[in-house]
């Protein structure tokens, strides 16, 4: 089994085998090859988008001990189409919350790996999933990508079913958003105050079965915890008693998008930043804590060792990786797959007759409400030119004093909203939601 881990393919192995895999390798590391594995690349710049045609999250690789890139994607539902030339290419699969509402462990697991699949065509070695948060406020911007719904118990079993999946495909699960992430307003801001016993009945649940499922890695949330307002990306109670700790989770810890605070949130639990963007966890950052550095890049190793990673070569070697990201993947078994997740994720509590609906009872159906125009938002965020103008301001030294403006980065965003018709990626649509697990057809 070791030999398969160093040498490429499904190795299966168990964790102490994996770690001792990462060991071995991690050991003829440098420092600064250390460090290069727990801090993204590949974006210019915070709050920007990633460079064009580079993968969402993107850790780069270690050929020369046969560590690969890390090539991460969003989301849970599917592979998100975030360059125009991407739609089209890839299944636009039921939401996370629609396959909840199926019961059906066996069909969330055909599912995930027929994402896990789409995944891995299009050269993707991670996918930012699955959301397992339990629903708790009612309008929360992210209810629909969660797999959770309202029932601890039901995100459980469903979770090891989906990384079960997902995994089956050689591709990492990452479960999200940990912990307390139950609402998107004033995420950032907010403290999510959650005793211990409420922890862990209410809201560990999914996350502690992903772990028994071997999920690769976990993602922190970009909220507050606790009375202190600790963020939860460097929490101590959450990331070393709990997680890593309590739950004996294995793999690695990473950041949410921006939610790291510190760089000393490695010594509490924190393995990787992304997108890397804040240089908390450069090699010049990481020097006063050279043990956690090099135990939080044997976590990142070990799980690549578990899932069969270490010595493949991903079909792009380097970004940008538009022929991957641009490959059509679909297939008639995914969209017929697709097509029986959306019936069986379809609840009918009662009926008064008025269904099925048939031509010879119904002439004419209404459709109210601003669903009725609803419009797609463009996966780029509607705004290609204007982030084109935002990056030429950044890069160009005798202007890169108007971003200490205050006000001056929300005057471009606003001006970017304008410009596609008060259309947000991160306000979505009808179609698929919005933010990280928005997928346009």
């Known amino acids: 089994m070791l030999w398969l881990a160093l040498t490429g393919g499904p190795a299966d192995l168990t964790w102490a085998q994996a770690h001792q895999v990462a060991s071995q390798l991690v050991s003829q590391l440098s420092f600064d090859q250390q460090a290069s594995l727990l801090q993204g690349t590949g974006w210019p710049w915070p709050g920007a988008d990633p460079e064009f045609g580079w993968y969402v999250g993107d850790i780069p690789g270690i050929p020369e001990v046969g560590i690969p890139p890390l090539y991460m994607q969003d989301s849970s539902g599917g592979f998100r189409t975030y360059w125009h030339f991407m739609v089209g290419t890839v299944t636009v699969w039921p939401s996370l919350l629609a396959a909840s509402c199926t019961w059906n462990p066996a069909l969330v697991n055909r599912l995930a790996a027929g994402i896990g699949r789409e995944f891995k065509d299009k050269g993707a070695n991670a996918i930012l999933g699955p959301g397992v948060n339990v629903q708790r406020v009612a309008r929360g911007g992210r209810n629909f990508e969660y797999l959770s719904g309202e029932d601890p118990y039901l995100g459980a079993q469903l979770v090891s079913s989906y990384v079960a999946g997902v995994q089956s495909q050689g591709v990492m699960a990452v479960v999200k958003h940990f912990a307390f992430n139950e609402q998107e307003t004033h995420r950032d801001t ?77 010594s509490v639990g924190l393995d990787m930043v ?46 940008p990786c538009n022929d991957q990201l641009g490959k059509n993947v679909r297939s008639k078994e995914h969209d017929d797959l697709a097509l029986e997740v959306a019936r069986a994720g379809v609840v009918l509590l009662h009926n008064g007759g008025a269904l099925p609906l048939h031509p010879s009872t119904t002439a004419t159906i209404a459709v109210v409400g601003a669903a009725a125009d609803g419009r797609p938002v463009d996966p780029s965020r509607c705004h290609a030119g204007w982030y084109e103008v935002a990056r030429w301001l950044w890069q160009t030294p005798w202007l890169s004093w108007l971003w200490v403006i205050p006000g001056f980065w929300d005057l471009v965003h606003t001006g970017a909203l304008f410009a596609c018709v008060h259309l947000d990626w991160a306000q979505g649509d009808y179609y698929s939601g919005g933010g990280s697990g928005h997928v346009t057809a």
Not at 296 to 314: C, K
């Open 274 to 319: 992304m997108p890397g963007t804040s240089g908390l966890f450069s090699s010049s950052h990481l020097k006063a804590h050279p043990d956690n550095v090099t135990a939080a890049a044997e976590r990142v190793v070990a799980s690549m060792a578990r899932i069969g990673l270490l010595n493949t070569t991903p079909p792009c070697g380097k970004p």
């Open 190 to 266: 907010e403290s999510s105050v959650v005793d211990q016993r409420t922890a862990w009945e209410l809201y560990y649940p999914p996350f502690e079965a992903a772990v028994g499922a071997n999920v690769s890695a976990v993602m922190c949330s970009y909220n507050r915890v606790g009375e202190d307002e600790t963020p939860a990306c460097g929490s101590q109670q959450l990331l070393g008693t709990d997680l890593k700790g309590a739950m004996n989770f294995q793999g690695f810890v990473m950041s949410d998008w921006g939610a790291a605070h510190s760089s000393d949130a490695v």
